[in-house]
């Protein structure tokens, strides 16, 4: 299946029909154990879900050549998997470098659960790769990249810090949740992981919560796979189905994210109400020559700074109807948010805190001038305020 295209692999992999039935899905294993013909007389080589389940094996498949991978594991939650990737391959003493506009989550993981084990967080400005040489230390472990970044979607070159980190003996992580597998590969541009927030756009339907670990390589995957089965944050049977059915879609869907994003930001720029509009996909934006090289496409993600400021921000996040105001992003739906007080809330005050005029849109498949038209309508209602 590895010589097929994108498309192919997201629909094929990990998925043969039911070899007793011919059903064409793969069935939901929802079974905590597995009956053994004899002692360790075991089936498939199956024992206990913790340790391996059917359908979650058929999601890491999955998962694994979307990626390009040799291996990759599912979680119930992206955190799950980023906890798992640290615990599982850091120790005491060690050092992360991590993006300075990463996911507050990502943050508050490393900088409040593992800090006080001993692991040290640094942030810099990844896309600076002189700020990325000094940053480095000898105990650096990892170099923690997301790019296209949450919220203000900065590019950071995946190749060139792969570089720089490996000459310092660091892995390089890359948290692909924005970007998704159908616009950049990581794997295949130097990066030794890659995680996911699988709830965003694999999942693609706002029903499921998720996360992955991909392995570019054997070095990490003992230990990853140890910590998940010793900690058992593993993905549900029928959460890991879910994420499955939702990535046979992502390839079509992903691209009418990026075709609608695009054509927002483009609108945007045009609209004195905004100051700043985040979004690869512009010329104007500093990363756009990196992303056009490395993605094949810009994503769905955008967000927009109100130039009348804060309060007009809160208020434009709370104006509109098809973008709904809620946390997450990636489904079909439009959602907007406010990510001072919601998605990094936890970060506000620290080096990664938001600047107070944002909203963030996850732009859905709707028809796109329905969604324009709704922005338009939310700036005529705080207009007349
Ligand atoms: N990474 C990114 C970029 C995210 O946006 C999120 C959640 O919003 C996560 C990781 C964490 O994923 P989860 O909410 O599935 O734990």
Avoid: C
């Amino acid at each position: 299946m590895s010589d097929r295209a994108f498309a192919t692999r997201a629909i094929h992999s990990g998925q043969q029909a039911d070899p007793v039935t011919g059903a064409i899905i793969p069935p939901i294993y929802q079974s905590s154990t597995h009956v053994q013909d004899g002692i360790g007389g075991f089936r498939g080589g199956y024992e206990y879900n913790r340790a391996g389940n059917p359908t979650r094996d058929s999601l890491q498949t999955q998962l694994a050549a979307l990626e390009g991978g040799v291996a990759a594991l599912s979680f119930a939650s992206g955190l799950a998997a980023e906890d798992a990737l640290l615990r599982g391959i850091l120790r005491p003493g060690d050092h992360v470098l991590l993006g300075n506009d990463v996911y507050g989550g990502t943050y508050r993981l490393l900088t409040t659960v593992l800090a006080p084990w001993g692991i040290a967080t640094t942030t810099a400005e990844l896309s600076d790769l002189d700020a990325v040489r000094a940053a480095l230390r000898p105990e650096t472990k990892i170099v923690w990249v997301e790019t296209p970044s949450n919220p203000l979607l900065k590019i950071v070159d995946i190749a060139a810090v792969a570089e720089i980190a490996h000459a310092a003996g660091a892995a390089v992580v890359v948290d692909n949740t924005f970007a998704s597998p159908a616009l950049q590969q990581p794997l295949s541009l130097g990066a030794d992981l890659v995680v996911h927030s699988t709830t965003k756009y694999l999942g693609g339907h706002s029903d499921v919560l998720g996360g992955a670990v991909v392995f570019g390589d054997d070095r990490f995957v003992e230990p990853v796979t140890f910590q998940q089965f010793a900690v058992g944050a593993v993905s549900a049977p029928l959460d890991a189905w879910l994420t499955t059915r939702g990535i046979k879609t992502l390839d079509v869907r992903v691209r009418r994210h990026s075709e609608n994003a695009l054509a927002i930001a483009e609108w945007a720029v045009d609209r004195p109400e905004f100051g700043e509009v985040y979004h690869p996909g512009l010329s104007s934006h500093p990363g756009h020559e990196i992303a056009a090289r490395q993605m094949s496409g810009f994503g769905g993600m955008l967000s927009l700074g109100l130039a009348a400021g804060p309060e007009a921000a809160r208020a434009f996040a709370e104006s509109t109807e098809l973008f709904q105001l809620a946390e997450s992003l990636g489904g079909v739906e439009s959602l907007i948010g406010y990510p001072p007080e919601m998605t990094h809330a936890s970060v506000r005050g620290t080096a990664l805190a938001v600047p107070e005029n944002v909203v963030r849109l996850s732009v859905g498949i709707e028809d796109v001038a329905d969604l324009i038209a709704d922005l338009e309508q939310g700036l005529a209602r705080i207009a007349s305020r």
